[in-house]
């Protein structure tokens, strides 16, 4: 194995990952795409397919596993709460954290220039690998072994949604704050944008009052933005 000096991510092949985290792929070469980036393919002709088919299919199980989930763990939530959770659940920095929790970076079969920015510890390249192991594990395994990888994250990450009042709407509890202290509306800069046009990644700058100042990220510029606007709410103990 290798080590990547950049990210310190060691590299290990899908039947070292399958082993690690036990997960029973009969077809090893399903669960080999799951962890396969376009740019990998871009210097590798002869590999077949990238994960984004894979991903495709597993952000769609994704959405019905964690509603599924949701109704059954909640059953008194309203509608509307409900919503947000999901939402909260599966965004792209809460997929990149279970991704994080499973070392899934140290699977995934990039293009050396992705090595070399730190592409195996970019939210958006993790949020899509995590979703097309999802749909990996679905074809090869069927949906109980999905339920049976995925429930335990979503119990502790539900816990962490709910004590830190993820499902509220940084943005507008930041613009609330921000007027009550007699301060303009918080201004938002796009500070950079990297990646592909299929999945690229945003850092956004939120200011307020000239000196207040968070960064965030995200793979759309309203997502960065929302980071960002939280990021602060935490500086100034808004969600405590």
Not at 145 to 172: C, G, M, Q, W
């Amino acid at each position: 194995m290798e080590t990547a000096e950049n990210n310190k991510i060691i590299e290990e092949s899908p039947e070292q990952l399958a082993r690690r985290l036990g997960l029973p792929f009969k077809n090893m070469m399903l669960l080999r795409r799951s962890l396969t980036h376009r740019s990998y393919i871009n210097e590798h002709p002869e590999s077949i397919e990238d994960n984004e088919r894979l991903e495709f299919l597993g952000d769609a199980i994704l959405d019905f596993l964690v509603g599924e989930w949701l109704y059954h763990r909640f059953p008194e939530m309203p509608e509307g709460d409900l919503t947000r959770m999901r939402s909260a659940l599966v965004h792209t920095e809460q997929l990149a954290e279970f991704a994080r929790q499973l070392e899934l970076g140290r699977g995934l079969r990039l293009g050396r220039g992705e090595v070399l920015s730190g592409g195996r510890a970019r939210d958006a390249l993790l949020c899509d690998e995590f979703e097309a192991l999802i749909g990996a594990l679905y074809l090869d395994a069927g949906l109980i072994s999905v339920e049976k990888f995925v429930y335990p994250l979503l119990e502790e990450a539900a816990d962490d949604i709910i004590r830190n009042h993820k499902t509220e709407d940084p943005k507008s509890m930041l613009q609330e704050w921000a007027q009550a202290q007699g301060y303009d509306t918080p201004a938002y800069i796009t500070c950079s944008v990297e990646g592909p046009d299929h999945s690229r990644e945003f850092e956004v700058k939120v200011i307020v009052n000239e000196n207040i100042t968070a960064t965030g990220r995200g793979r759309s510029k309203q997502a960065a933005e929302k980071s960002a606007a939280h990021e602060l709410l935490n500086m100034i103990n808004i969600l405590d």
